[in-house]
């Protein structure tokens, strides 16, 4: 059974960092697509970032292109979403999840069919 733990949330100021874990485990995922989402009160879920797990590019939002950065861990078996000069607007649960999408649709959640349970980033001013 495929699960996926985030960790790593908090509560931080504007202009600060805070580094995401995602831990998979249950299942082998070199080819799959693994991404981050967030979700702020309110509003509907929003793409952050995607990569194949096995490698390749990484996709971001251009809300955060230049702050974010996902790595994995290989011997972990963990995705990694390192966050820095944090803003307001980051405020949001934040998930990880896996799937297949199609190309044209690495950003559209519903391709995504593992979540993990969501850990919160709060932003202060």
């Known amino acids: 059974q495929v699960q996926l733990a985030e960790s790593g949330g908090g509560v931080v100021q504007a202009g600060d960092s805070l580094r995401l874990s995602c831990a998979a485990s249950?299942?082998?995922?070199?080819?799959?697509?693994v991404a981050w989402f967030r979700q702020a009160p309110g509003k509907e879920r929003e793409f952050v970032a995607s990569r194949r797990w096995s490698g390749g590019n990484t996709y971001y939002a251009e809300s955060v292109k230049g702050r974010f950065t996902v790595s994995k861990d290989g011997a972990m078996n963990a995705l990694h979403l390192q966050m820095n000069n944090l803003v307001t607007e980051d405020t949001a649960v934040y998930y990880c999840?896996?799937?297949?999408?199609?190309?044209?649709?690495?950003?559209?959640?519903?391709?995504?069919?593992?979540w993990g349970q969501g850990t919160q980033v709060t932003v202060s001013s």
């Open positions: 999840a896996v799937g297949r999408p199609i190309a044209s649709a690495t950003r559209d959640p519903q391709m995504y069919y593992y």
């Open positions: 249950g299942g082998t995922f070199g080819g799959y697509t």
